[in-house]
Nanobody, 127 residues
Framework: QVHLVESGGGLVQAGGSLRLSCALS????????MGWFRQAPGKEREFVAG????????YYANSVAGRFTISKDNAKNTAYLQMNSLKPEDTAVYSC????????????????????WGQGTQVTVSS
């Protein structure tokens, strides 16, 4: 069974940076495509970024492209989300997700394609 644990959230001023981490245990990390999603109060959960199992392909929501960077370290069984130039509208609970991919660099196009989820970590950006 896959177990995901996020860390790195917190309170930061607008324009600041945070790095979120997502540690995966229970399975072979290198077989997993990883994704980051967020949910703001009163809003639906939305896709933020995804990375293929090899790390060779990434995909970002338009709202974070150029500011956020997703990466994964297969040796450490950990995925990261580096968030720069943070804005108050980035405030949300951020959750990581994982999906096993047997071949290729497939990234599920929606949250429905991810089978395992972490509990989430709060990110608050003050103005």
């Amino acid at each position: 069974q896959v177990h995901l644990v996020e860390s790195g959230g917190g309170l930061v001023q607008a324009g600041g940076s945070l790095r979120l981490s997502c540690a995966l245990s229970g399975r072979t990390f290198s077989s997993y495509t990883m994704g980051w999603f967020r949910q703001a109060p009163g809003k639906e959960r939305e896709f933020v970024a995804g990375i293929s199992r090899s790390g060779g392909r990434t995909y970002y929501a338009n709202s974070v492209a150029g500011r956020f960077t997703i990466s994964k370290d297969n040796a450490k069984n950990t995925a990261y989300l580096q968030m720069n130039s943070l804005k108050p509208e980035d405030t949300a609970v951020y959750s990581c997700a994982a999906e096993a991919v047997l071949l290729g660099d497939y990234i599920p196009p929606s949250q429905a394609g991810f089978g395992s989820w972490g509990q989430g970590t709060q990110v608050t950006v003050s103005s």
